[in-house]
């Protein structure tokens, strides 16, 4: 079946500038998780939700991130006044809460430059 | 901030020789998964071991869990070219069995499987 996809792909805007990124999660999956990923490091959890509300937000950077996901499927971030350090590959990530075990779908990204 | 460290950082490796590489945690987990990522994009899931299993395997792949240590290996026999990518650990790292549970990651294990 079709996987998680995110759009853009790439996404060049200008410092100051306000930016969506759109997540679609597999079909059925209730829970899904923002991270963002600098050059050379690991993913790091921005925001997790659970249905349509935020479950856990506690890694958002700052108030000029926030998320939503109104009906509990697509996701979208938002980023206000974006900065040259938000620059960053914004993964989305989807899972079907089954038990105890928590494996996490990925979709292919979203690079996102800042100038 | 990121849990896991993976070790070493960068593996260079001939086609058919074996690659194993290390991560150690911190905190107490409920389960660890590895992941691999081609070209600073998508992440694709290969395995997940549960607290409770001491090893796991999958195809080429193998992965040990010892939480007494809070470290973990995985160890890809037989490499290939198509091998070459990023491996990340992860972990959910709450040590509460409840899915839907943010993954950290640790900084990953660049390996290249040169032909």
């Known amino acids: 079946g079709a996987g998680v996809s995110q759009t853009p792909s790439n996404k060049v805007t200008e410092k100051g500038k306000y930016v969506e990124l759109r997540c679609d999660p597999i079909?059925?999956?209730?829970?899904l998780y923002w991270y963002r990923q600098s050059l050379g490091q690991g993913p790091e959890f921005l925001i997790y939700?659970?249905?349509?509300?935020?479950?856990?937000d506690s890694g958002l950077p700052n108030d000029r991130f926030f998320a939503v996901r109104p009906e509990g499927s697509v996701s979208t971030l938002k980023i206000q006044r974006t900065e040259r350090g938000d620059s960053a590959v914004y993964l989305c990530?989807?899972?079907?809460?089954?038990?105890?075990?928590?494996?996490?779908?990925f979709g292919p990204g979203t690079r996102l430059t800042v100038l | 901030s990121q849990q896991g460290e993976e070790d070493p950082q960068a593996l260079s490796i001939q086609e058919g020789e074996n690659a194993t590489m290390n991560c150690s945690y911190k905190t107490s987990i409920n389960n660890l998964q590895w992941y691999r990522q081609n070209s600073g994009r998508g992440l694709v899931h290969l395995i997940l071991i549960r607290s409770n299993e001491r090893e796991k395997h999958s195809g080429r792949l193998r992965v040990t869990l010892d939480t007494s240590k809070k470290s973990s290996s995985l160890l890809i026999t037989a490499s290939r070219a198509a091998d070459t990518a990023s491996y990340f650990c992860a972990t959910d790292g709450s040590g509460i069995k409840a899915a839907g549970n943010k993954l950290t990651f640790g900084g990953g294990t660049r390996v290249l499987v040169k032909p």
């Open positions: 079909s059925g999956h209730t829970a």
């Open positions: 939700f659970q249905g349509t509300g935020a479950a856990d």
């Open positions: 990530a989807s899972s079907a809460i089954s038990g105890s075990y928590n494996e996490q779908f």
